[in-house]
């Protein structure tokens, strides 16, 4: 029996989808609908925007998967150009909520720019080193360093200082895969470190206690601190196997803040306990591993360089949040991937695993 006109279509839509990266997605996204279910305090709200926010993010994960990587390399620096428009928009007309301006109205969309420039930065960077088509030198990574640090500072601006920081993160990842020297990056940690008592009177008063805070919270375990304790008293009291689910106290009594968000982690740890995140992290592991393997496959300069970049992004992300809700490193307000609640970061992540899927299916499209 020959399948139905609609099954072929969706077969042929399916196809470019890699099937280790998009059933370890399933399995995440599956998992993290459960942990949002209960750190929403079992309203189904949420949930649903979820559901929507999911619909959203698979959609431009296939189109992005099936779209040539030679088609998105054209798109990139128009797309950089755009991001780097909404990131002014912001600035001039953007919403200012708990004193940040960060969000953008456009008619019923309600979008954070920084988080396409995520993608934005990375993409634009890639087709750049492609573009010169030969052994960079001094000139292009000054031209890079220009593009990356024009998004930065506008970030810094809103301010977001998390954000700004991981966006240049995911600009280093592509300098260092185009070859940035050694001697370089060593000048520029150097001179990081040197700059770091002119830079510490320009952050503003919270950032400096997040910083403070992260060296001892129980200076603050009311104030500045308090985030920072109670996702620990979460994460210690899931023990081995967890309270289960449903029965994580942590966030069900309000004692842990944006458990939603930034902190679901830490709801996930009580419930779930170490055996659980030893899963979550697994899956993740299984996840940038496919994304390194494919980027080493990629048939085009530009392929290899983002795919690697994002892959590093994607670690960059779960280490500091989770290093975050540990305790380990500062409050920097970074959503954990596939488990936080959100639309414009989880359509970035999507799109993000949708490119490494573009790039294992035209893989043999391009020979260099």
Known sequence: MNPTPIRTRLLRWLTPLDATLFHTMLFLVGFSL??????AGMEWGKVINQL???ALAFTAMIIVARTQPQILQRLALPLYGAALLALIAVA????VSHGARRWLHIGPL???PSELMKLALPMALASYFEWRARTPDWHDFTVAAFMLGVPVVLVLRQPDLGTALLI???GFYILYYAGLPWKVMGLLAGLALA???????LLHGYQKKRVLTFLDPTQDPLGAGYHTLQSMIAIGSGGVLGK?????????LDFLPEHTTDFIFAVFGEEFGLVGELVFLGAMLILITRGFYIANEGSTPFSRLLAGALSMTLFTYTFVNMGMVSGLLPVVGVPLPFLSYGGTSLVTLFSSIGFLMSVHHHRKLVKQ
């Open 34 to 39: 459960i942990v949002l279910y209960s750190a």
């Open 52 to 54: 929507r926010n999911l």
């Open 92 to 95: 001039l007309f953007g919403e």
């Open 110 to 112: 309600h979008l954070q």
């Open 168 to 170: 240049a993160t995911s």
């Open 195 to 201: 700059s770091l008592p002119l830079i510490w009177p």
């Open 244 to 252: 289960g689910w449903l029965h994580g106290t942590q966030a069900h």
